[in-house]
């Protein structure tokens, strides 16, 4: 049972366009949300977090907006540059366990 | 530096060989954790231990065990009895407990059984 899925295995965009990458959950129950960047063979870097009791978080060119009723996250990146190529992960916990849940990511590919 | 050391970087293993995984991180944080990556499904996690002498089972635990003797270092053994043990293996830590803050990354392990 997936429980925060990222349902666009990649996603292509040009530089200097805004890059929109989503995410949707199904525990109602999660209260904070983190998206995490990963290049090959290294370890993810956390990115930026959002707690249910914002709507939306924004640092640079980076923004997360979170729709608490669709349970949906999204992460825009303004304006893409080619070194944010990298897989994206959003992740969540809450809840019981509190464990921090990953989706299965998301392949950014910034073309110059 | 703080961070977070993995070692080894890779790793080959025959089929029915134990083998340990060093996760060593200087970052004073009191939880640990070992994530398990492989193709298309993101990152399960399979160990975390919120302090030290303590740790719990995450979701995919069968076939690894741990330790945390230290605060420093959370070695993740996986053993024979893992079925599918190739993978890339994250370690991670956050200074507070489960899921209220954010985890940061060793480098990984790429683990490979011939």
């Known amino acids: 049972d997936q429980q925060v899925k990222q349902n666009s295995p990649s996603l292509s965009v040009q530089e200097g366009r805004i890059s929109i990458l989503n995410c949707d959950y199904t525990n109602s129950m999660f209260d904070y949300f983190l998206w995490y960047k990963k290049y090959p063979a290294e370890g993810p870097t956390f990115l930026i977090s959002i707690s249910s009791i914002k709507d939306k978080n924004e640092d640079g060119r980076f923004t997360v907006f979170l729709n608490k009723s669709a349970k949906h996250l999204s992460l825009h990146i303004v304006p893409s540059q080619p070194g944010d190529s990298a897989v994206y992960f959003c992740a969540a916990s809450g809840g019981a366990t509190n464990k921090l849940i990953f989706g299965t990511g998301t392949l950014l590919a910034v073309q110059p | 530096d703080g961070g977070i050391t993995q070692s080894p970087k890779y790793l080959f293993r025959k089929e029915g060989q134990n083998v340990t995984l060093s996760c060593e991180q200087n970052?004073?944080?009191?939880?640990m954790y070992w994530y398990r990556q492989d193709p298309g499904q993101g990152l399960r996690l399979i160990y975390y231990s919120q302090i030290v002498n303590d740790f719990q089972k995450g979701d995919i635990a069968e076939g690894y065990s741990v330790s945390r003797e230290k605060k420093e270092s959370f070695p993740l053994t996986v053993t024979s009895a893992q079925k599918n043990p190739t993978a890339f293996y994250l370690c991670a830590s956050s200074h507070r407990g489960l899921g209220t803050g954010e985890l940061f990354f060793g480098e990984g392990s790429r683990l490979t059984v011939l």
């Open positions: 970052l004073n944080h009191d939880a």
